[in-house]
């Protein structure tokens, strides 16, 4: 997986301990199933992108799934 910028590590540490915790375990998933995933920043969130499409992307008051 690639997971090269730092500020993904910022966005996770300055959440709140419950939502931090809650996006950590779906990252482990998502690095554990689609090992392939790249993970970046895109729109202030981390992102992670399967085949170059976005697979998944969380902030605040959403979050997305691609349909597969």
């Given at each position: 997986?690639k997971?090269?910028?730092p500020?993904?590590?910022?966005y996770?540490?300055?959440?709140?301990?419950?939502?931090r915790?809650?996006?950590?375990?779906?990252?482990?998933?998502?690095?554990?199933?689609?090992?392939?995933?790249?993970?970046?920043?895109a729109?202030?969130?981390p992102?992670?992108?399967?085949?170059?499409?976005p697979?998944?992307r969380?902030?605040?008051?959403?979050?997305?799934?691609?349909?597969?």
């Amino acid at each position: 997986m690639k997971n090269a910028d730092p500020e993904i590590e910022l966005y996770y540490g300055s959440l709140p301990g419950d939502r931090r915790d809650a996006l950590l375990a779906i990252r482990k998933l998502i690095r554990r199933t689609w090992p392939t995933t790249s993970e970046d920043m895109a729109y202030g969130m981390p992102t992670f992108h399967l085949d170059g499409l976005p697979l998944f992307r969380s902030r605040a008051r959403s979050t997305s799934w691609r349909s597969t």
